[in-house]
Every structure is written in C-alpha cells, then in structure tokens.
Antibody
Framework: QVQLQESGPGLVKPSETLSLTCTVS????????WSWIRQPPGKGLEWIGY???????KYNADLKSRVIMSVDTSKNQLSLKLSSVTAADTAVYYC?????????????WGQGILVSVSS | QSALTQPASVSGSPGQSITISCTGTSSDVGGYNYVSWYQQHPGKAPKVIIY???NRPSGVSNRFSGSKSGNTASLTISGLQAEDEADYYCSSHTSRTINWVFGGGTKLTVL
C-alpha cells in the first residue's frame, strides 16, 4: 500500500517561501501524476498543481507565478515551493497521487501538514 | 468562490437516501466525464468514493453512487449510516487554466 508523508515547517513568515516535501513509500513515483492540494482551516479544497514523474508540471493558473514543484526519483520525493506567502496561504497541504492528467481521481493522499503564515 | 457549486449542508436519517448536487458549466462538469467525489472525515485526508462520474473504487460501499446530467453531477448515498456523516467534495476536470476544480463541499449530517 502506497504511503505519502508530507514534511516541512509548520510556520512561515509573510513574504517568505513555503517549502514542503512529500515522501512516497511502498511504491514508485514512476508513471503517476503527483499533486499538491491545500485546504484552508474550515474551508474547501484547492488544487495547486501536479508534477509528472518525468518532471513535467502543470500549475493552477491562480498560483502559477508563485509555485515551483520538483521531483527526486532517486529519493522518491516530491517538493513544493510557494513564494511570497501571505496569511491567505495558511492551510493544510496535502500531496496526492493520480494516474491521469484529466480524471481528478486522487487514490492515495498524505495525512496533510498544517502550515501557518504568521510573523 | 469555488468553481463548482454544492449545497452547504444536507441531512438525513439512518436508512434514508440523500443526494448531493455539484453544478458546474460546460467547461467542466458538462464537458467531460471526469467527475470525482471525495468523503472527508474531520481531521482526515479526503478519500475518493466515486470517479469518472459513476465508478466506485474497490472497497467502497455500493451504497454510494454517482451520476451526471448536463452541467450537474450528483452523489447519492442510500441506506444512510452514522459513519457516513462527513464532508463531501466533488471535483472535475476543466478546460480552464486550472486543470482540476473542486466544489465548496457539503456537510452531511446523519440525524
């Protein structure tokens, strides 16, 4: 059973860069699309973007100017960087796996990590 | 504002059936058979219960079913159980520049 685990700082200062890592275990990164999805406290889900195992990416246009995703297949890890954060970026951040770039079928999710933006 | 519109809340008694709607446009729900539904219990990650409009992943109860008509997708839960109390989100592929969109979520209360 594939397992995903997000890690990174739980607190980021405004205007700084949020950096998170997702480690995939009991499975390969290969041939899948890996998304980052966030959920502000008490609110709904927002897709941030995905990275294919080959490194190709697609980002939510609303966040595109601030997002960079990367993949390290040797470590089975994905990373997310979100720059110039504000309080509006406070959310639980999830990494999730899908087999398709059209069907929003995320079959495995990490447990999520709460990132707060505050000085 | 979410791209897909869901009712904020629905409720039902044990054993009853309920339906949650998810309304979009021809650019998303109406244009593709790529609608998924997620169940999320408090403090937990979402879990896919329906994909590609009406398909159930292995292990998901057949009490959950999905359908679509025009720009509106629907999730029906039959034989409501206490454990079904959760938040439910729809998601669709979209031809707009964000690829995938979610609904705002619906809180299901089992009375």
């Amino acid at each position: 059973q594939v397992q995903l685990q997000e890690s990174g700082p739980g607190l980021v200062k405004p205007s700084e860069t949020l950096s998170l890592t997702c480690t995939v275990s009991a499975g390969s990164i290969g041939f899948y699309y890996w998304s980052w999805i966030r959920q502000p406290p008490g609110k709904g889900l927002e897709w941030i973007g995905y990275i294919f195992y080959s490194g190709s990416t697609k980002y939510n246009a609303d966040l595109k100017s601030r997002v960079i995703m990367s993949v390290d297949t040797s470590k089975n890890q994905l990373s997310l960087k979100l720059s110039s954060v504000t309080a509006a970026d406070t959310a639980v951040y999830y990494c999730a796996r899908s087999s398709s770039f059209t069907s929003p079928t995320f079959d495995f999710w990490g447990q999520g990590i709460l990132v707060s933006v505050s000085s | 504002q979410s791209a897909l519109t869901q009712p904020a809340s629905v409720s039902g008694s044990p054993g009853q059936s309920i339906t949650i709607s998810c309304t979009g446009t021809s650019s998303d729900v109406g244009g593709y058979n790529y609608v998924s539904w997620y169940q999320q219990h408090p403090g937990k990650a979402p879990k896919v219960i329906i994909y590609d409009v009406s398909n159930r992943p292995s292990g998901v109860s057949n009490r959950f079913s999905g359908s679509k008509s025009g720009n509106t997708a629907s999730l029906t839960i039959s034989g409501l159980q206490a454990e079904d109390e959760a938040d439910y989100y729809c998601s669709s592929h979209t031809s707009r520049t964000i690829n995938w969109v979610f609904g705002g979520g619906t809180k299901l209360t089992v009375l």
